[in-house]
């Protein structure tokens, strides 16, 4: 019943969800078709100064004061949508592994109890 369980969910909520917590990557997509990463795990200054190097690279025209006024923001809004993703793949390992674990708690609580709360004996 249990691997009924986790395979029903991990086929329902899909298996790259589960890989969340140890991919620490954002990735932009250019209009040339080359895909760009960002790691999530650098501190905000260090993550802000890649995002202003990358856009003055697509866009040479833009204004850097332009560019440092949303670019707080911006960073902002990517590392919360990382932390979004975070936390859908707890509920997901949470959905997906307490269950069974709990069958098999209240499975050990019966058997304790039907054995008459005594402990196993060794012959």
Same mark, same amino acid.
């Given at each position: 019943? %249990?691997? #009924?369980?986790?395979?029903?969910?991990v086929y #329902?909520?899909?298996?790259k969800?589960?890989t969340?917590? %140890?991919?620490a990557?954002?990735?932009?997509?250019s209009?040339d078709?080359?895909v760009?990463?960002?790691?999530?795990k650098a501190?905000?200054a260090?993550?802000?100064?890649d995002?202003a190097t990358w856009?003055?690279?697509?866009?040479p025209d833009i204004?850097?004061?332009?560019l440092?006024?949303?670019?707080?923001?911006?960073v902002i809004a990517?590392?919360s949508?990382?932390?979004a993703?975070?936390?859908?793949?707890?509920k997901?390992?949470l959905?997906?592994?307490?269950?069974?674990?709990?069958? #098999?708690?209240?499975g #050990?609580?019966?058997?304790?109890?039907?054995?008459g709360f005594r402990?196993r004996?060794?012959?």
């Amino acid at each position: 019943m %249990s691997v #009924l369980w986790i395979g029903l969910n991990v086929y #329902l909520i899909q298996p790259k969800t589960y890989t969340r917590f %140890s991919n620490a990557v954002y990735e932009v997509k250019s209009s040339d078709g080359r895909v760009r990463k960002f790691n999530l795990k650098a501190s905000q200054a260090e993550l802000a100064a890649d995002i202003a190097t990358w856009m003055q690279a697509q866009r040479p025209d833009i204004d850097i004061s332009e560019l440092q006024t949303d670019l707080d923001e911006l960073v902002i809004a990517v590392k919360s949508e990382y932390q979004a993703e975070v936390d859908e793949a707890k509920k997901a390992w949470l959905v997906t592994v307490l269950p069974p674990f709990a069958l #098999l708690s209240l499975g #050990l609580c019966i058997f304790w109890i039907a054995r008459g709360f005594r402990p196993r004996t060794l012959r």
